[in-house]
């Protein structure tokens, strides 16, 4: 097993009675130190003349670590654990979003408006004027978050109720980021069809549809479907908003080793949703050397298992991923824990790009390959060079919904990449940062901006953007 850093994903709050004499919290310091515990916030809650109580934030780096810690501290002599709770579970307990009023209702005439009588009148505007939907309802800036449970995070096919937390995140990240209304929608089907009629049938509420953790191939046909038959923008994130970051990143690796894009060779692994689409993308952008594997190898002309997502990255040569990398300028991971070693590392080309962004334990640790590098790039937030979806998906969306785009194309996708590429100016460009952090606040409004003009210029925004 890879030892992971302690995180806050795994993170503690213990309240103990302790001994108020000298050295006696710095006991619990130390023991927490000796299982691997990451000791943060202590507060003095309470202190008297033969005890002080406090409370301590301890981050862990898995469930069991977390047990570990709780029992090393319970052994110590004159210590009492009075409540411990694993936080991450706490800010879960009643769901992470609520649906608040945006209306005072404090009289009789106030819900006279809002409601009956009143909001009869707001109905047969609609009904007389179907475009009034934008502008006397939420559907102007709402989004569908929308699942089946079949591929939640890297965990597998886990069904809608226990895909819902993940949901429930991704609607506060729209409305942290981007301000925009975004709702969980966990179907309680995995046939593709049922998925796209549902979809359909829920479309007259919202102004877009996030697709999240479907499963490939199916993930392409239900959004290649509901493109065609619905008239708001769609957007499958695990596939687009990867590939969209991966390319911003890459921009920004490529311009501090000098190389261009179109003169480097690409090796990605993991031939999934995120695999495809960043192939697509990077394809798109100038990419004329890819190879991609899958759990199999080389996807390969000489194979006869492949979909037909695959068969478009098809190449002649056969063999391993550890064949695919020879030579690599760069390697883009997007599988499974450590199925690189730094001996393939070894065979890349020099200044070798590695983007390892399998979560939470990555295709190659950094550590064993920081040196032999020019840029390492995870999924973690707790290394350098976070590749991190947020940073596309609530501008993307914010730029569509006030264009009013009737869809998303490939040159919103680009004009995104670039964006968040170019908010990393050269004096702050290096190997430890080529991508802006999640919390830059100019992300989400310069994305935005960038995919407005991109609609605009292929004519598809419904409604015209004044700069303001």
Do not use: W
């Not at 000791?39 to 570990?68: C, F, P």
């Not at 890819?290 to 190898?297: F, H, N, V």
């Not at 914010?398 to 100016?425: F, P, Q, S």
């Amino acid at each position: 097993m890879v030892e992971l850093n302690p995180s806050a994903s795994f993170s503690l709050k213990i309240e103990l009675e302790i001994p108020n004499r000298p050295g006696a919290l710095a006991s619990i310091m130390s023991t927490v130190a000796s299982v691997g515990g990451s000791l943060g916030d202590i507060v003095l809650l309470q202190r008297n003349l033969k005890y002080t109580h406090r409370e301590l934030t301890i981050d862990a780096s898995s469930t069991e670590q977390g047990d570990k810690i709780i029992a090393a501290i319970k052994s110590l002599p004159k210590v009492k654990v009075i409540s411990y709770n694993d936080r991450t579970f706490a800010i879960h307990r009643g769901g992470k979003i609520s649906v608040e009023s945006k209306l005072p209702l404090n009289s009789q005439s106030d819900l006279a408006m809002a409601y009956t009588p009143g909001v009869g009148r707001i109905c047969r505007a609609i009904a007389e004027n179907p475009e009034e939907v934008y502008n006397l309802t939420i559907k102007s800036n709402t989004v569908a978050v929308v699942t089946d449970g079949s591929a939640v995070l890297g965990l597998g096919n886990l069904g809608p109720e226990a895909s819902l937390p993940v949901m429930e995140g991704k609607a506060l990240l729209f409305k942290e980021f981007a301000g925009i209304d975004a709702f969980p929608i966990a179907l309680d089907t995995q046939d593709t069809e049922e998925i796209i009629k549902a979809v359909k049938q829920i479309a007259p509420v919202f102004g877009g549809v996030n697709l999240e953790d479907i499963t490939a191939p199916r993930c392409f046909e239900i959004e290649h479907r509901l493109r065609q038959e619905l008239d708001i923008p769609v957007f499958h994130d695990d596939q687009h908003g990867t590939a969209i970051v991966v390319l911003a990143a890459l921009y920004n690796a490529l311009k501090l080793i000098g190389k261009e894009i179109n003169e480097i060779k690409i090796v990605i692994n993991g031939a999934g949703a995120a695999g495809i689409a960043i192939a697509l993308l990077l394809k798109k952008a100038g990419a004329s050397n890819i190879t991609i594997c899958d759990s199999k190898g080389i996807i390969s002309t000489q194979r006869d298992d492949l979909n037909s997502n695959k068969q478009e990255f098809a190449v002649k040569q056969q063999g391993t991923l550890a064949d695919a990398m020879k030579d690599a300028d760069v390697f883009l991971g997007v599988s499974a824990p450590g199925v690189v070693t730094p001996e393939m590392v070894y065979t890349m080309a020099d200044q070798g790009i590695v983007f390892a962004m399998a979560n939470p334990i990555p295709e190659i640790q950094p550590e064993l390959i920081y040196d032999y590098v020019a840029v390492m790039a995870t999924g973690r937030s707790d290394y350098p060079n976070q590749i991190n979806n947020v940073l596309a998906f609530p501008g993307v969306f914010r730029g569509a919904l006030d264009c009013r785009a009737t869809a998303i194309t490939t040159n919103m996708y680009l004009e995104a990449a670039k964006a968040i590429a170019l908010l990393v100016n050269d004096d702050d460009l290096d190997r430890e940062h080529i991508i802006p952090s999640v919390f830059d606040k100019r992300v989400a409004t310069t994305v935005a901006q960038a995919v407005c003009l991109a609609a605009q210029r292929d004519n598809i925004a419904q409604k015209p953007i004044t700069n303001k």
